[in-house]
């Protein structure tokens, strides 16, 4: 089965939030089993962690912006856990503000999650909570 189109996952999401809200839960608390992910592994999980060193490095390298915390993430949770965890979370994490502020959220975890083939491995609401908070921002790609 191939995974779905961006179109087709939008649609899922926007399923999803609506019979939260219909069975008065927070999406939090509802699981959507139609929705379950591949997993990324081999050579995939590698060029993801590149992608996610990359966000690293190349802030530092263009912008003179290190994020510390983001690489002691990666050295503590690895590159999967770490996207779920500033992706998904609530709100704008301090390394998203501060892209923002340079102009660079195109280097934001966020954004990357978003593309092709990336965004086929995430849960739909960690990839809504990341459109939201670039939507926030005015980011599209």
């Known amino acids: 089965m191939d995974a779905p189109t961006e179109a087709q996952q939008l649609a899922l999401e926007n399923i999803y939030e609506a019979a939260c809200r219909w069975l008065g839960r927070r999406s939090n608390e509802?699981?959507?089993?139609?929705?379950?992910?591949?997993?990324?592994?081999?050579?995939?999980?590698?060029?993801?962690?590149?992608?996610m060193w990359r966000l690293y490095r190349e802030p530092a390298k263009r912008l003179g912006y290190n994020a510390t915390y983001f690489r002691e993430l990666l050295e503590d949770r690895g590159p999967v856990e770490t996207a779920v965890f500033l992706a998904g979370a609530p709100g704008h994490h301090e390394g998203l503000t501060t892209l923002y502020e340079l102009g660079a959220l195109n280097l934001s975890v966020e954004a990357l999650i978003l593309r092709d083939p990336w965004c086929h491995y995430f849960e739909p609401k960690t990839l809504a909570a990341a459109r939201k908070k670039l939507a926030a921002l005015g980011y599209s790609e």
């Open 30 to 51: 509802v699981r959507l089993e139609t929705a379950t992910r591949p997993e990324m592994s081999g050579d995939l999980l590698q060029h993801f962690g590149e992608e």
